[in-house]
Nanobody, 120 residues
Framework: QVRLVESGGGLVQPGESLTLACVAS????????MGWYRQAPGMEREVVAA????????YYAATVKGRFTISRDSTANMLYLQMNRLQPEDTAIYYC?????????????WGQGTQVTVGS
């Protein structure tokens, strides 16, 4: 079974940066899309960034485009999310997701999440 474990969350001040990491195991992830989702209290879970594992082609939600960078290290099965100029609205639990069939949102695997809190 695919396993995803997120890390790197924490408390930061507005305008600061944070990098999240996701350790993926259980597959080669060839053909996958890998992504970061977030869920704030009382809100629906939303995709913030995604990347094709093989090609590295990224996708960003409009709310984070220009501030966040998604990347992966295929040799280490690592997925990263570099978050810059963080704002209070970015506060959420961030989840790593592995999607074996891009374009089929009903399929995939989730990590347990890591908390990101932005505030002073």
């Amino acid at each position: 079974q695919v396993r995803l474990v997120e890390s790197g969350g924490g408390l930061v001040q507005p305008g600061e940066s944070l990098t999240l990491a996701c350790v993926a195991s259980g597959d080669t992830f060839s053909g996958y899309a890998m992504g970061w989702y977030r869920q704030a209290p009382g809100m629906e879970r939303e995709v913030v960034a995604a990347i094709r594992w093989d090609s590295g082609k990224p996708y960003y939600a409009a709310t984070v485009k220009g501030r966040f960078t998604i990347s992966r290290d295929s040799t280490a099965n690592m997925l990263y999310l570099q978050m810059n100029r963080l704002q209070p609205e970015d506060t959420a639990i961030y989840y790593c997701k592995a999607e074996p069939s891009p374009g089929t949102p009903g399929e995939g695997y989730w990590g347990q999440g890591t908390q990101v809190t932005v505030g002073s």
